[in-house]
Nanobody, 123 residues
Framework: QLQASGGGLVQTGGSLRLSCAASGFTFDDYEIGWFRQAPGKGREALYCRGKSDGSTYYASSVMDRFTASEDNAKNTVYLQMNNLRPEDTAIYYC??????????????????WGQGTQVTVSS
């Protein structure tokens, strides 16, 4: 189970920190990524980390503004979002895929999803 939280309403230039708490599975056996979906658009991959090779991916739209981190002791992945813009408004989801599957940082490749948390950035 994945539980995303931390969304809210913020003004342009503001910050939020999202959390994705994982439970019911062995955290080290899964890769956790962050995605978002704006109204009328597909689910966009924002961050993924390959646990087998340590590679990380950030979408160009959020690079230098968003930073992900993991707390293995708490089975939680965070997404620190700074300098938020109105175009960042979306529902933010965390997803999980087994490490053994590998694969690209794409929403259609991830198998399990949290319920999403709404982020709204006002201009």
């Amino acid at each position: 189970q994945l539980q995303a939280s931390g969304g809210g309403l913020v003004q342009t230039g503001g910050s939020l920190r999202l959390s994705c708490a994982a439970s019911g599975f062995t955290f080290d056996d899964y890769e956790i990524g962050w995605f978002r979906q704006a109204p009328g658009k597909g689910r966009e991959a924002l961050y993924c980390r390959g646990k087998s090779d340590g590679s990380t991916y950030y979408a160009s739209s959020v690079m230098d503004r968003f930073t992900a981190s993991e707390d293995n002791a708490k089975n939680t992945v965070y997404l620190q979002m700074n300098n938020l813009r109105p175009e960042d408004t979306a529902i933010y989801y965390c997803g999980a895929v087994p490490v053994w599957l590998g694969g690209p940082c794409r929403a259609d490749y991830y198998k399990y999803w949290g319920q999403g948390t709404q982020v709204t950035v006002s201009s």
